[in-house]
């Protein structure tokens, strides 16, 4: 009862401090979300098929839903297969906002988000111009949909269909993402005080070449609960940086669930999940690869 008391105080103590980095950071979001959302569609959809570049450097702005935004579009043939996966290897969940609450990590937040951003853009550009022969014509995407016709914005309306101040929204997500850390840091130090520090850093250490292949796995979960563990694995020193890279590529939010039930067709949605996981996985390897020859 003792240890558990310790590992819930400290737990705490050290998420309340993140609090307001949190609520600043979701306020930001909504703000860009409620005054440029639509202005942000109507980018991705005249973009065509340099839609990688945009979508790459909106993405990572993690404003809520994005990522559906672009299953939908892709869906309705509005974006191209490159736009989308650029949407998703942008993307990064709650992971920007819960590094923006750990000022010690900005450095290596602005060094993952410059890293995802030109990873997507190259990989979107190569699904459309350089693979765009070899793509099945009904996997390539299309501009032949028009973004009128979907309706993709998350309601912040009351239950009188008055619209809610962005600080209400902005305060509902730090505190759920607040319960998500504090649950996660309590279980994650009971584990580690059970087990051991050592034991538990020597099991994801021994994986080696393969952890940010599994990080890429865990990124695929369509919750932001993903996001959530890789980046405190990272921010507690169980994950190589490589592998949280991996991890938060694949970490599309709900941008996959969302392909999976607008997108008719399995095969293409197999292929598109796949496909999201093995860019994931070898940007984690090569950034690996690149370190140990550095090193």
Not at 137 to 165: F, V
């Amino acid at each position: 009862m003792e240890l558990f008391l310790d590992v819930l105080s400290e737990s705490f103590v050290d998420t309340v401090k993140m609090l307001p980095f949190l609520f600043l950071a979701y306020l930001f979001i909504e703000y860009v979300e409620h005054r440029h959302g639509e202005r942000i569609e109507a980018v991705l959809e005249s973009s065509g098929r340099w839609g990688a570049i945009p979508a790459a450097l909106l993405g990572c702005v993690p404003q809520c839903g994005f990522s559906a935004i672009a299953s939908n579009f892709y869906a309705s043939r509005v974006i191209s297969l490159g736009t989308l996966i650029a949407v998703f290897l942008a993307t990064s969940d709650e992971a920007v906002p819960l590094l923006v609450s750990m000022p010690a990590y900005w450095d290596k937040l602005v060094l993952l988000m410059v890293i995802k951003v030109l990873y997507a853009i190259a990989v979107g550009l190569v699904l459309d111009f350089v693979l765009r022969g070899v793509l099945p014509r009904s996997l390539r995407g299309g501009y032949t949909g028009n973004a009128d016709e979907i309706d993709c914005h998350e309601t912040h309306d009351d239950e009188e269909g008055h619209q809610r101040p962005i600080w209400q929204a902005a305060l509902r997500h730090t505190l759920e993402i607040f319960a998500f850390i504090f649950l996660f840091s309590v279980l994650f130090g009971l584990i580690v005080e059970g087990v051991g520090e050592d034991v538990f850093a020597d099991f994801l250490g021994q994986m080696g070449f393969f952890q940010p292949v599994f990080s890429a796995l865990v990124g695929l979960i369509p919750n932001c609960a993903a996001s959530v563990l890789l980046t405190q694995l990272y921010v507690e020193g169980a994950l190589r940086f490589s592998s949280l890279v991996a991890g938060l590529c694949t970490g599309a939010g709900v941008g996959l669930a969302v392909l999976w039930r607008a997108n008719p067709s399995w095969k293409q949605n197999l292929f598109i999940t796949g496909l999201t996981w093995a860019a994931g996985a070898a940007v984690g390897v090569g950034i690996q690869l690149v370190v140990a020859l550095v090193g």
